[in-house]
Nanobody, 120 residues
Framework: QVQLVESGGGLVQAGGSLRLSCVASGRTFSSYPMGWFRQAPGKEREFVAAITWRSGGSPYYADSVKGRFTISRDNAKNTVYLQMNSLKPEDTAVYYC????????????WGQGTQVTVSS
């Protein structure tokens, strides 16, 4: 019932920037906050950021990205964005979006994700 399509990843040097997009569709998730997760090789998937759909929704960030990443959304387009600045090699991962409650994913089926690679 939920479709998630991530895009915007790529290869960038340390200190560079990328902007990720996630287009979400489906009635069942529309009332939940949306957010981003990432999974690096050999590591478990971790929470990155989340934001509510409501006007003036509060963003929340993992400590590792706070001050560098900014999450935003366009409710009319059911789209969530992640502006990533001052990228570090440690940010290299596949980035996924999902509905979020208390930093945990709600939808059990993930999209394909988008690869972010930050070189040294």
């Amino acid at each position: 019932q939920v479709q998630l399509v991530e895009s915007g990843g790529g290869l960038v040097q340390a200190g560079g920037s990328l902007r990720l997009s996630c287009v979400a569709s489906g009635r069942t998730f529309s009332s939940y906050p949306m957010g981003w997760f990432r999974q690096a090789p050999g590591k478990e998937r971790e929470f990155v950021a989340a934001i509510t759909w409501r006007s003036g929704g509060s963003p929340y960030y993992a400590d590792s990205v706070k001050g560098r990443f900014t999450i935003s959304r366009d409710n009319a387009k059911n789209t969530v964005y992640l502006q990533m600045n001052s990228l570090k090699p440690e940010d290299t991962a596949v980035y996924y979006c999902n509905a979020v409650v208390s930093t945990r994913p709600i939808f059990g089926s993930w999209g394909q994700g988008t690869q972010v690679t930050v070189s040294s």
